[in-house]
């Protein structure tokens, strides 16, 4: 009788409260809730199977007596017991709803990673037909109007794509490996444009070690050419050189319309991938005589590996929920235990010296210390620490 009156009702009210009320997003109301459902429906179920038990079955009192406190005794040990049966229960409900989040969190993360990974070689992918496609309409053009300088170039091309498979699979390249190749590459576009085009480079030798992103210089003086008009006249001067942590690409603006159907990838391609390596920004300037594109130079240490997204996500949710098991597990073992000790304490009085009620000062210094760590875990301790964390950061940001 006492099971299935009192456990079955506890386990009733546990799967309710956890569908209605969820424990990680709301923490503070499920425990409030759930603490004064467990206490009021204990209370009365108690009274109910005690009542059963000595009035009904045993038949050794009456339904007045029992109300009196003669069993008050009775009635507040079995409440006791059956808070700490529920606190079993409860606790229980949260590590599974717990283990079901983190678990949840962990495979979108790694969902996350995968995604952000085949975008990212996708991007990279672009840039074999996009490079080539564009070269071998140099090298087309260079066949009608000089065919030695057409071979010259196609011996060129050759070294740049061999530079261009190299870097295929890498996420970042020094300053200076990036440097050399451009320079190459200026120079072909020297042997196709002659006096029309010139280039700048200004970059100090303590920048060398930095990182960009592979092929950015080259897909960046591709743009320029392909934007603007260049003549003997009026040549296009593009310069590269370094602002701070960022590495620019700057040219006299010489508009020309283009059709639609040639806008390139060039300049997209190129925030989409640090876009996916880092938090800096990729940062475009222009104004009526010059366009620039400023791209940040990176420490190799500051990247963030999409390789290591998923590791480091899985770490993060897993130390997340280890400090809040610790948490929980501290305040139920300190529930289990007055449920369990308070009682003893209460039965130690009674029996020797019943005259003499001094549990009430054990029971209720305890249960004051008991509430406060409640506080602490489920209400204002958690919010509190994470606001003024939050509030912090950002007066040291400001």
């Known amino acids: 009788m006492y099971v299935f009156l009192m456990a079955v009702p506890n386990g009733l009210l546990n799967d309710y409260l956890n569908k209605r009320y969820s424990w990680v997003d709301q923490t503070r109301t499920r425990a409030v809730i759930g603490v004064i459902a467990t206490i009021v429906l204990n209370f009365l179920l108690t009274y109910l199977c005690n009542g059963i038990n000595f009035v009904l079955i045993q038949k050794v009192t009456t339904w007045e007596v029992f109300f009196s406190e003669k069993y008050n005794f009775a009635n507040w040990f079995m409440i006791n017991f059956a808070l700490m049966i529920s606190a079993f229960l409860h606790a229980k409900g949260f590590m599974e709803e717990l283990k079901k989040v983190t678990r949840k969190e962990v495979v979108e993360q790694k969902i996350i990673a995968k995604s952000a990974n085949a975008q990212f070689e996708s991007l990279k992918n672009q840039l074999d037909p996009h490079f080539l496609f564009n070269s071998l309409n140099v090298l087309s053009a260079l066949i009608d109007e000089n065919q030695d300088q057409a071979q010259k170039f196609t011996l060129s091309m050759s070294k740049i794509y061999r530079y261009v498979l190299d870097q295929k699979d890498k996420e970042l390249v020094s300053v200076e490996n990036e440097l050399d190749f451009a320079k190459t590459y200026a120079e072909l576009l020297k042997?196709?444009?002659?006096?029309?085009?010139?280039?700048?480079?200004?970059?100090?030798?303590?920048?060398?070690?930095?990182?960009?992103?592979?092929?950015?210089?080259?897909?960046?003086?591709e743009n320029c050419i392909k934007h603007n008009f260049a003549t003997a006249a009026k040549p296009l001067v593009m310069k590269i050189y370094t602002e701070k942590k960022f590495l620019c690409?700057?040219?006299?603006?010489?508009?020309?319309?283009?059709?639609?159907?040639?806008?390139?990838?060039?300049?997209?391609?190129?925030?989409?991938?640090?876009?996916?390596?880092?938090?800096?920004?990729?940062?475009?300037?222009?104004?009526?005589?010059?366009?620039?594109?400023?791209?940040?130079?990176?420490i190799e240490q500051e990247n963030i590996k999409i390789m290591n997204a998923t590791t480091s996500q899985?770490?993060?949710a897993y130390e997340k929920a280890a400090r809040r098991v610790k948490e929980l597990k501290g305040f139920y073992g300190n529930l289990i235990s007055y449920c369990i000790v308070i009682p003893f304490i209460?039965?130690?009085?009674?029996?020797?010296?019943?005259?003499?009620?001094?549990?009430?000062?054990?029971?209720?210094?305890?249960?004051?210390?008991?509430?406060?760590?409640?506080?602490?875990?489920?209400?204002?301790?958690?919010?509190?620490?994470?606001?003024?964390?939050?509030?912090?950061?950002?007066?040291?940001?400001?």
């Not at 200004?202 to 960009?212: F, G, N, T």
């Not at 130690?348 to 406060?372: E, H, R």
């Open 191 to 221: 042997t196709r444009f002659e006096d029309s085009v010139e280039f700048q480079f200004d970059v100090p030798e303590e920048d060398y070690v930095l990182k960009v992103v592979p092929l950015s210089l080259q897909l960046l003086l």
């Open 249 to 298: 690409i700057e040219n006299n603006l010489q508009t020309r319309e283009l059709p639609k159907d040639r806008e390139g990838i060039g300049l997209l391609n190129i925030v989409q991938r640090y876009s996916l390596l880092t938090k800096e920004n990729v940062f475009i300037e222009k104004s009526e005589d010059y366009f620039k594109v400023k791209i940040p130079m990176l």
């Open 314 to 316: 899985e770490s993060l």
């Open 346 to 398: 209460v039965i130690v009085n009674l029996v020797t010296s019943p005259k003499q009620l001094w549990f009430y000062w054990p029971m209720l210094g305890w249960g004051i210390g008991l509430v406060a760590h409640g506080m602490n875990v489920f209400t204002i301790g958690k919010a509190w620490e994470e606001r003024k964390i939050k509030e912090i950061m950002e007066k040291d940001q400001f």
